[in-house]
């Protein structure tokens, strides 16, 4: 029996991002979580790397303000208050979810996070640094390209 497929999540400007939702890998999961994150001018550095690798604390969770909120259940699951979108659970980030199998981040955001991406090290999900319309892709930056070279000899790579 064939498992479910994994999805790609995208993170970056406006445009780049918008560029892969009409693709169409635009999802939500089940907590009505989506796999992009469109970061502005406005989007902080904490919230970026929040949903790049928050990892899961069981009954802590976040308002759409980004405060710590009591979890939206009372007794027995049942909801203690209506829910207000947008409400995620403090393990919204993309490498805590099972479901997202890849990550596309633009190479100018990556470098925001370096440290963050750098000591992702497990090989799903994998995490690819792409070109945005303001600033070019450069190999040089790229970590994951960087370790991919020392896997192999210089003369296998040409």
Known sequence: MAGRGKLIAVMGDEDTVTGFLLGGIGELDKHRRPNFLVVEKETSLAEIEETFRCAVVPGVFRGSKGKRVPPPWGAHGVPSAPLTLPFF???????????????????????????????????????LEIPSKDHPYDPARDSVLRRARGLFAPDELR
């Open 89 to 127: 659970p403090l393990g919204r980030g993309f490498l805590a979810r099972e479901d997202v199998g890849m990550i596309l981040i633009s190479q100018a955001l990556a470098e925001q996070i370096r440290p963050a991406v750098a000591a992702h090290a497990r090989a799903l999900p994998a995490v």
